[in-house]
């Protein structure tokens, strides 16, 4: 058993709201973190992909009034949007009589529908959190390779052996395509959609090419956008935006796409152990994502993420701005002795960086110059770990990640 990063978190807003709702892609363990509650407070589960459960709540108001001094834990909570408005009046109904906190914990697979309905129906009585895959932090030091090659949900992670591994992750992604975004979103051939999803593990951590993407499925623009924007709002694919400032010189202005879990791209490119995955091309993409994915999950909520390329060739890799400092400016390298290029250094002089850090596979950080660092993921994270308020920043109302169509 791993114990979760974000488990004080969940506790803590179950302490000041009365409803939280715990987000994630299936399988990331949210289900095995509100039992772990619940077995310290007193609490009712209920399933509702489960027909029996669905049941209970034909006439919803009567059923949870009488467990109005209990978590109500409601698992899968889209599928039954319509429990929204009763949620309502059953928390404005029970903050008149003194229950203020810890009455409903929402648990859904990511879907927006769900975060659009919570939205409008419980706005100022709900706060969001993400529960992503297990990261560096969560873990040994001995063990990061193997989380970096088979990912970060907990039954990839903790299979006995690489091909067992992959062999759950093949079904995770075939489980996904034939039954939950069937569910989830609007009907997509699922072969159709595993291209797709292959096509953008093939170009991890490249500029979105929505032309050429089109073209490799015989699609049009729109629907490769639809597409993304599903993926996107299953947090299954991050879109990684551009930063911009007027500078004066031209920056890119599309988003760079990064399949969010490592192991999950590696399963899409048929890579099966460490060895694979190092004679492959995408190497350096794929631990550029997950080393992106670890810093950002370990973020204060309200920090933002983007990246810095202009068409002279100056990039920065990752652009972490925290609530009330300047700009980190962080360069992902897989190599035990990393270089940094003019472009590094004319990005920042644009960018004008609080911080510079140089994240590499090694063991021990040091200095590389004056103003930049060199460090481990696990040590870059903890740091990043520590900026967060005790309590968390959560945010009242999380809004849809939509981007209008670009092509290069």
Known sequence: MISRRLKPRLVSLLEDYPAVALLGP????????????ADNIESIYLDLES??????????????ADHENKLVILDEIQRVPELFQSLRGLIDRGRRKGLRAGRFLLLGSASMDLLQQSGQSLAGRVAYLELSPIDVTETQPDTHDSLWVRGGFPDSFLSKDDRRSLTWRQDFIRTYLERDVPQLGPRIPAETLRRFWVMLAHSQGGLLNAASLARGLGLDGK????????????????????????????LAKSPKIYVRDSGIAHALLGLGDKEDVLGHPAV???????????????????????????????????????????PWAIEIKR?????????????CADVDPEEKYVVYPGSEGYQMANDVRVVNLPELA???????????LVRARPTRDRTKKHEN
Do not use: C
């Open 284 to 326: 350096g993409s794929t631990w550029e994502g997950f080393v992106i994915e670890n810093i950002i999950n370990n973020a204060p909520a309200e920090a933002t993420a983007s990246f810095y390329r202009s068409s002279g060739g100056a990039e920065i890799d990752l652009i972490l701005t925290l609530p009330g400092r300047r």
């Open 26 to 37: 299936r399988q990331v363990g949210k289900t095995t973190l509100a039992h772990e509650l």
């Open 223 to 250: 629907t490769i956008a639809r597409y993304l924007d599903l993926m996107v709002d299953l947090l299954l694919v991050r879109r990684l935006m551009p930063w911009h400032r007027n500078t004066g010189k031209r």
């Open 382 to 392: 903890r740091k990043i770990d520590t900026l967060r308020p005790q309590r968390g």
């Open 335 to 347: 190599s035990l002795e990393p270089k940094l290029g003019r472009g590094f250094h004319s990005a």
């Open 51 to 64: 027909p029996a459960d669905r049941a209970k709540l034909s006439e919803p108001e009567l059923y949870l």
